[in-house]
């Protein structure tokens, strides 16, 4: 599904414009961008829970040169499911 398909089933399913459908989409995805962007976190309950983690800084290797190279610690997004979300998936 892509965005635009996501935009089209929230218009008819609450019954308003697809523009109004988009607006509403693109202000989910600019809150919890903005949310995670700060150290926050945003639970779904049900649903799940958009957070940022930590990740260490590590040593990789180049697979084509085989050199070692340091890549440096990050804050990565992540998404945890929801127990309802996970038991309706199961099914």
Request: glycine share 2%; aromatic share 2%; proline share 6%.
């Given at each position: 599904m892509t965005k635009a398909d996501l935009?089209?089933?929230?218009?008819?399913?609450?019954?308003?414009?697809?523009?109004?459908?988009?607006?509403?989409?693109n202000s989910f995805l600019s809150t919890v961008t903005a949310l995670l962007k700060k150290g926050d976190k945003l639970t779904l309950p049900g649903f799940g829970t958009f957070l940022v983690t930590k990740r260490a800084a590590r040593?990789?290797?180049?697979?084509?040169?085989?050199?070692?190279?340091?890549i440096p610690a990050r804050r990565?997004?992540?998404?945890k499911a929801g127990s309802n979300l996970k038991k309706t998936v199961s099914k």
């Open positions: 935009v089209r089933k929230l218009a008819e399913a609450a019954e308003v414009s697809k523009a109004k459908a988009e607006l509403l989409v040593e990789g290797i180049n697979p084509r040169t085989k050199a070692k190279l340091k990565v997004p992540k998404f």
